[in-house]
């Protein structure tokens, strides 16, 4: 059973920084495409990041375009979301998937298995 286990959340204020990590278990994280995903209150999820196994494919959300990396370290079973320059429209729950389409998709549905979610709080 392929788990994912995301860490890294916490409050930020406007400008500031902050890196989320996500750790595969259950499975080498290089039979699989990464991705990240948000959920704000009362909104639904969003796509946010997504990079294919061998990091050769890397896709944006324009809203986070410029300011958000992706990257990931096979070795570690590890994918991390680096996100500079903080905005309060950026607070939400991110969330970890990791999809058998090991070249990446922006496509929520096209992931078989989500981690439980890192809170980001972005003050003003």
């Known amino acids: 059973q392929v788990q994912l286990v995301e860490s890294g959340g916490g409050l930020v204020q406007a400008g500031g920084s902050v890196r989320l990590s996500c750790t595969v278990s259950?499975?080498?994280?290089?039979?699989?495409?990464l991705g990240w995903f948000r959920q704000a209150p009362e909104k639904g999820r969003e796509f946010v990041s997504a990079?294919?196994?061998?990091?050769?494919?890397?896709y944006y959300a324009d809203s986070v375009k410029g300011r958000f990396t992706i990257s990931r370290d096979n070795a570690k079973n590890t994918v991390y979301l680096q996100m500079d320059s903080l905005k309060p429209e950026d607070t939400a729950v991110y969330l970890c998937?990791?999809?058998?389409?090991?070249?990446?998709?922006?496509?929520?549905?096209?992931?078989?298995?989500w981690g439980q979610g890192s809170q980001v709080t972005v003050s003003s």
């Open positions: 998937a990791a999809s058998g389409l090991r070249v990446g998709t922006t496509r929520g549905y096209e992931y078989e298995y």
């Open positions: 259950g499975g080498p994280s290089k039979n699989y495409g």
């Open positions: 990079i294919s196994w061998r990091s050769d494919n890397i």
